[in-house]
């Protein structure tokens, strides 16, 4: 089990890099507890599989220096790691039968026959793999295959990190809720860290204790899933994250108001101190939209509402802006002239796309 | 993939079944109906049964060229097929080199094949080839025309300098079709080159590696062009082939009907391993449809 | 654990004594033919001593030796055509649907793969003198399908089951004839097929001898052929010989060139 440090890590696919475009990873620096369970989440293309093999050493970083422990591993190979990666595809070997699997990274160990037998037996019971343990491995559905990967990994006892690159993808839908509560009761058990790629937002915030969620190389935002959700430190965490994503509208401010497609809206703990020439933007959830029938509350036109299961999405149009709210399953239909409100506690203004910190 | 069923389909595969069934099925025929007739060369022919398969069946011109055929693709197999996976598992598998390979390599395997014999043998003079005078030079007593043993050498480094190509290309096709991960994963786990090789490549050109063994196995199987350049077949009967012995037959000694009867063992004897070859690729096939993700 | 740099230096010295020991045959070919008759049979030497073009000179000027490229370039074309259009809607019916003995037919094409030319060569010759084709290019174009429609089916047959049902039935829905859709739509998705198939038939065609020589005398003899009677002249002209054997290997070196970006799939057959 490990920390992991990385410092001022860069990468580059490009021989030479001399722009910041050449890098598809730009400088990071960022510290991951020992047994914690962390989710890199982003769009395809914005670097958190790179990032990933320069955990695991798949990769190696164009600067910077990756830290186990304290200890500077940058420039040692994945085997001497102590680390253990599930990929996208199932990756098993197809003349080996389970156990053979499973047991196949303690026997390069050199690790005594008696004991690779107690650990095969005792981790293949808790991935429910006991009954296949004497099958071939290629003739296993793909979510169990997920689970040799898995299992190749759980049962070397030197493991100081689990990786797992988008490991769901493949799996069935009905199945994918099954394994990844599985993967949470094996984290509380093992304790391993645990980092988790994947560009779904509900694996993420379900999976992790900390989300860091990148785009285009960078880190956008590094925090627990209910902070992501509250505070989105980006505009493009805001729109990525929730379902739909927040609100984000063209504003201004002027003293204690906020202006909407020219209408003022008095907002009391708005104190901007954004540059005069930043791009000012107004973002709100869809839950914290509110319907409300105060005479200063802004009225609105519905153009749909949607059903989206136990909840209905009401897309609304104030003046030209676009605005979406969530309304409860068994909420009243709407009025003719319906207006509304946002919760001010859960209101922000993004300053060129950055949150900016109230009461600054 | 599920097909559906349409008997119309046959249409579309009529010119083809035509054209091959022009080339093949008439003269197959004419075969066959030499191998049971004889004549006294006035164009008159009456009924002989199975008289020349008997005759060359029993005939020990026939084992010995059927002996030294197999042993000569037993040999090449032997060497080419190890040859070309090694070969493969070394090659670069990015960058410009390559094109290079594989421009290089593929460059034997599209040369006329009596020209691949006519080659070797200036290759392989004594008095004017590069080969036969080096070796010549350093004291060795090399003559193909005259030394069975030079003469099986020399075929067999020519089918190995014409052929290994083919499964060096086969062999590097399936090596890069196996996903980065596998490596990757074995990395992670500790995996030695050995068991990599053992437990992932191996497995993996189970397939390319049976279509090269069983290819080399017929193409060698019918070989006839080369040695016939190279030592027609000498010295002696020492490199004579079945598909030597076979032209020298019809051709040679115009003797239709044991010419005919052999053509027609011949063809049997390929027969059974192409449905052999047949047999064992479609298993394959459900095999691996079985193993997608 | 060596160091990365010399294990990936040892490892390239496979591929490259191998790519060596290829070469060496056909550079001693090559040196041959810049040499006179003379000179090969007086001296050893490792290069021309006095490079001459003579010997190609021969070949250029004596129409018996150049209209034997042409004859070769003109059946291999043919063969090509007719392999390739005849396999293309063949496979497409293997690849798509099941009919009446579909696995016996396509077990039964693949035989003729499996056939020894050296079978073939005699009633062949007779076959085509009866039907008045004998020495005739079409004569020989049609007699190498026998192996080469049933490699282009299966290569074909390859590439188009790696092409999804639903584009085929898409295409119908949207109201494309069968022809339509098969040129406009199907014949793109699998041009490296088409290519791949084109190239083993040239291949195959262009490097066999027995059949070729066999069905022909004077007017579609093939340079392979050709170069045959320089053995039986009197008094063997290896200069001439290695010249011919030089310019043949050029075709085929031209057509790897063009080809190279496909040749791994392309050997493996469209399988891998």
Not at chain 1, 2 to 13: C, E
Not at chain 3, 155 to 184: C, H, N, Q, W
Request: charged share 15%; aromatic share 12%; net charge neutral.
């Amino acid at each position: 089990m490990a920390r992991i440090d990385l410092k001022n890590i860069s990468h580059s696919y490009v021989a030479a890099p001399n722009t910041e475009n050449n890098f598809a990873l730009k400088t990071l620096n960022m510290s991951w507890q020992d047994g914690g369970a962390y989710a890199l989440l982003g769009p395809s293309g914005c670097g958190k599989t790179t990032l990933l093999n320069i955990i695991s050493g798949l990769l190696h970083p164009t600067h910077g220096a990756v830290l186990f422990d304290g200890d500077d591993i940058t420039n040692r190979p994945p085997e001497k790691r102590n680390i253990a990666q599930v990929f996208q595809f199932p990756v098993v070997y197809d003349t080996m039968t389970v156990f053979q699997n499973l047991a196949f990274p303690l026997r390069n160990r050199n690790v005594p026959g008696k004991e690779i037998k107690q650990r095969v037996n005792r981790i293949a019971e808790m991935l429910e793999l006991t009954e296949s343990l004497p099958r071939r491995a290629r003739d296993l559905s793909a979510d169990a295959k997920q689970k040799i990967s898995l299992g190749r990994g759980l049962v070397r006892t030197d493991v100081a990190a689990i990786l797992f690159d988008e490991p769901l993808t493949v799996i069935d839908p009905q199945l994918k809720w099954s394994l990844r509560s599985q993967l949470k009761h094996l984290h509380a058990e093992f304790r391993h860290t645990m980092i988790y790629v994947t560009h779904d937002q509900t694996e993420a915030l379900t999976f992790a204790d900390q989300v860091i969620v990148m785009s285009e190389g960078e880190v956008v935002q590094a925090s627990s899933p209910q902070a992501l959700y509250e505070r989105p430190v980006h505009t493009f965490v805001g729109r990525f994250i929730g379902s739909p994503g927040m609100n984000i509208l063209p504003c201004e401010i002027d003293g204690a108001f906020l202006i909407l497609a020219d209408h003022r809206i008095p907002m009391d703990h708005i104190e901007p101190a954004a540059p005069e020439t930043a791009r000012l933007e107004f973002g709100v959830r869809p839950e914290f939209v509110h319907f409300s029938d105060e005479d200063d509350a802004l009225p609105v036109s519905v153009s749909a509402i949607e059903d989206a299961g136990r909840y209905k999405i009401a897309r609304l149009l104030f003046k030209e802006l676009p605005i979406a709210a969530i309304l409860p399953e068994d909420a009243p239909p709407l009025s003719a002239t319906p207006k509304i409100k946002f919760d001010p506690e859960n209101s922000h203004i993004y300053a060129d796309g950055y949150l900016m910190e109230k009461g600054e | 993939m599920r097909k559906t069923l349409n008997h119309k389909a046959l249409w579309l595969a009529s010119p083809a079944l035509l054209l091959v069934a022009f080339t093949a099925l008439i003269p197959l025929l004419t075969v066959v109906n030499y191998s049971v007739q004889d004549t006294f060369g006035d164009n008159k022919f009456f009924w002989v049964g199975a008289e020349w398969y008997k005759e060359i069946l029993l005939s020990e011109r026939f084992h010995a060229a059927f002996f030294r055929q197999v042993a000569f693709s037993a040999a090449i197999l032997a060497i080419e097929i190890p040859l070309g996976l090694a070969i493969a598992l070394a090659m670069p598998k990015k960058g410009w080199g390559v094109s290079v390979c594989l421009v290089l390599m593929a460059l034997p395997l599209l040369i006329p094949w009596n020209v691949v014999g006519t080659i070797w043998q200036i290759f392989a003079r004594v008095d004017i080839g590069l080969l036969g005078h080096t070796l010549a030079g350093f004291g060795f007593d090399y003559n193909y025309t005259q030394d069975p043993v030079a003469a099986w050498i020399t075929l067999i480094v020519m089918d190995v300098w014409h052929w290994t190509s083919l499964v060096v290309l086969l062999c590097y096709a399936g090596l890069v079709a196996i996903p980065q991960a596998y490596y990757q994963a074995a990395r992670i786990d500790g995996a030695s080159r050995w068991a990599v090789f053992r437990h992932i490549e191996l497995p993996k050109l189970n397939r390319v590696l049976l279509i090269a063994v069983l290819l080399r196995f017929m193409d060698s199987f019918m070989i006839y062009t080369e040695p016939f350049v190279v030592t027609g077949g000498g010295p002696g009967n020492t490199t004579t082939f079945l598909s030597v012995d076979l032209v020298q037959m019809a051709i040679g000694q115009f003797d239709l009907g044991p010419a005919a009867a052999m053509s027609v063992v011949y063809f049997l004897i390929i027969l059974g391993l192409s449905w052999l070859f047949y047999t064992v690729m479609t298993r394959e096939d459900t095999d691996a449809e079985g193993r997608l993700p | 654990m060596t160091q990365p740099g010399t294990t990936s230096r040892l490892k390239y010295l496979t591929p490259a004594l191998y790519i060596l020991f290829l070469l060496t045959p056909i550079y001693w070919l090559l040196t041959m033919s810049l040499k006179t008759n003379q000179e090969i049979l007086s001296t050893f030497s490792l290069w021309p001593v006095n490079p001459t073009f003579e010997n190609y000179m021969v070949i250029f000027t004596d129409a018996a030796w150049y209209s034997g490229y042409i004859n070769s370039m003109i059946y291999v074309s043919m063969n090509t055509v007719i392999s390739v259009l005849a396999a293309l809607p063949a496979a497409y019916a293997f690849s798509r649907y099941r009919f009446l003995g579909d696995k016996h037919i396509f077990f039964w094409l693949l035989t003729n793969r499996m056939a020894p030319p050296a079978v073939f060569a005699l009633p062949f010759f007779q076959l085509y003198s009866s039907v008045g084709l004998f020495d005739t290019h079409i004569a020989v174009a049609l007699a190498h399908c026998l192996f080469n429609i049933p490699l282009a089916i299966w290569i074909l047959e390859g590439f188009m089951s790696g092409v999804p049902r639903e584009i085929d039935e898409t295409a119908y829905i949207d109201g494309y004839s069968f022809p339509r859709f098969f040129t406009k739509i199907f014949l793109p998705l699998i041009a490296s097929g088409v290519g791949v198939a084109a190239f083993f038939c040239f291949m195959f065609s262009w490097v066999e001898l027995l059949i070729a020589r066999t069905l022909t005398s004077v007017a579609a003899k093939p340079i392979a052929a050709v170069m045959t009677r320089t053995v039986s002249a009197s008094g063997l002209d290896w200069g001439v010989l290695a010249a011919a054997g030089v310019l043949t290997i050029i075709p085929g070196a031209l057509v790897i060139w063009f080809v190279r970006h496909h040749i791994a799939r392309g050997f493996a057959l469209g399988r891998v």
